[in-house]
């Protein structure tokens, strides 16, 4: 899946697109760059990892994760 940047969304879509990930069991990539994940969807997207063990490739460059928002992923990460 690849959310374009033309696509922007704010922080709450993206939330809610990321949780949908927790559900599908095929989906291989995500590329989700020029979108504000922010702290929350850091948190999301930490989420989904945990449970989905499809995903194999996640762009999130230029996504105003920061610290707050990428240590859940890296923590995520060191399970999945």
């Known amino acids: 899946l690849w959310a374009d940047e033309s696509d922007r969304v ?3 879509a ?3 697109m990321v949780d949908a990930v927790k559900m599908n069991s095929t989906l291989a990539s995500l590329f ?3 979108h504000a ?3 929350s969807g ?3 997207i930490a989420d ?3 449970v989905n063990s499809s995903l194999t490739c996640l762009g999130l460059s230029e ?7 990428g240590m859940p992923i ?3 990460l060191k399970t999945n």
Not at 63 to 69: A, D, F, H, I, V
């Open 32 to 34: 989700l760059t020029h």
């Open 63 to 69: 996504t105003n994760l920061r610290e707050k928002g």
């Open 14 to 16: 993206m939330v809610a």
């Open 48 to 50: 989904a990892l945990l």
């Open 74 to 76: 890296v923590a995520a």
């Open 42 to 44: 850091g948190r999301a």
């Open 10 to 12: 704010g922080e709450r």
């Open 37 to 39: 994940l922010g702290e």
